[in-house]
């Protein structure tokens, strides 16, 4: 089952935008905001969580060697 993965937009009394990304590990949440940064403007200040400075969950599937050739060789 994925992690549930949030952006939660804060603005205040003076137009000032803050995002903050909830789920993701690692670098994943600049390239997740870029786009919205992008739009909004001039990013003044970026402030990183201990979830960024955690490794990202990778999945890898390894193959026991036996019988895995796609034509059927062994």
Do not use: P, W
């Amino acid at each position: 089952m994925a992690n549930r993965r949030e952006i939660q937009f804060t603005i205040d009394d003076n137009g000032e935008v803050s995002i903050q990304v909830l789920g993701v590990k690692g670098a994943e949440c600049e390239r997740i905001t870029r786009e919205i940064e992008l739009a909004l403007g001039v990013v003044q200040q970026r402030t990183h969580t201990s979830e960024f400075y955690s490794q990202a969950e990778t999945v890898q599937s390894v193959g026991s060697g036996e019988g895995d050739n796609a034509d059927g060789d062994s």
